[in-house]
Structures are given as structure tokens and as C-alpha cells.
């Protein structure tokens, strides 16, 4: 029996985008728990509660109303140090700019950069390259 992740956090504005998401990575069956937020103020109200149920690993848009993608990653790294948590975060998007992934390569936070939608192969890459363990 693999071992697996304890929370997968979706910051995405589109519910039916989150809705497909979460069926790729429960058919794959990789996670205890996948949460989906609908903004970077969301994850950040996630992130600071008391959940015993800590993002492993968040993808994150890029394009989203009230707090986008790279507004969540400033805010982010002002958490007080018991908020933050050993995370990879990738960023999963349908933007075309590719100013947008060459931007991404300057955040330490950033782990990758993944076009829309995921799909049980890029989940399965992410889950080898940064999880080893989990498979």
C-alpha cells in the first residue's frame, strides 16, 4: 500500500476546472484530502486556520478575481513561519503569455510551471519528481 499525500490544495476560480482536477487526482489516488479554494485570499485564509490538514502540494492559477496567482505568492511569504508549510507549488494555468513563465522561474516557491488541465501524467510526474516516497 503506497503511502500517500496528506492534502492537495486547488486555488482556482473556475468550478468546473476544480471539479475536473479533483477527479483526476482521486482516480489517482495519490491524497487524504484535496481542498479547493476559489482565490489566492482563500488559500491564504486556508493556510492560516488551525486545519490539521496542511498542503503537501498546491496548484496554483494564475488569472483569478480578488487575489490572483502571483498576489498569493507575495502574500504568501509574509505568513508568520508556523502558517507556511513545506509545500510544492506549481503553477497550472491556460495563460499563453510567456512572460507568465518566466516570471514563475524567479519564485524560489515555484516549483513548476503545467498548462491546463492536469491530467493523470503531469500528476504522476509531479508525484515522482517531488514525492519519490509516494508511489
Known amino acids: ?10 486555488v482556482d476560480d473556475d468550478e468546473p476546472t476544480n471539479f475536473l482536477h ?3 487526482i482521486s482516480d489517482f489516488d495519490c491524497t487524504e484530502k484535496i481542498v479547493s479554494v476559489q482565490d489566492g485570499n482563500e488559500a491564504l485564509e486556508y493556510l492560516k486556520s488551525s486545519h490539521k490538514d496542511k498542503p503537501d502540494l498546491i496548484f496554483l492559477d494564475i488569472n483569478m ?24 507549488v506549481m ?6 503569455n510567456p512572460d507568465d513563465e518566466i516570471k514563475a522561474k524567479k519564485y524560489d516557491l515555484i ?23 509516494k508511489l
Not at 503553477?91 to 499563453?96: G, N, P
Request: glycine residues 4%; proline residues 5%; hydrophobic residues 40%.
Open 1 to 10: 500500500m503506497k503511502k500517500k499525500l496528506n492534502c492537495i490544495l486547488l
Open 22 to 24: 479533483e477527479m483526476v
Open 65 to 88: 478575481p480578488g487575489m490572483n496567482g502571483w498576489e498569493f505568492l507575495e502574500a504568501y511569504q509574509h505568513l508568520e513561519e508556523k502558517q507556511k508549510v513545506s509545500v510544492v
Open 91 to 96: 503553477m497550472l494555468t491556460t495563460s499563453l
Open 111 to 133: 516549483h513548476g510551471y503545467k498548462k491546463k488541465p492536469l491530467t493523470e501524467e503531469i500528476l504522476k510526474e509531479i508525484i515522482h519528481t517531488y514525492f519519490p516516497d
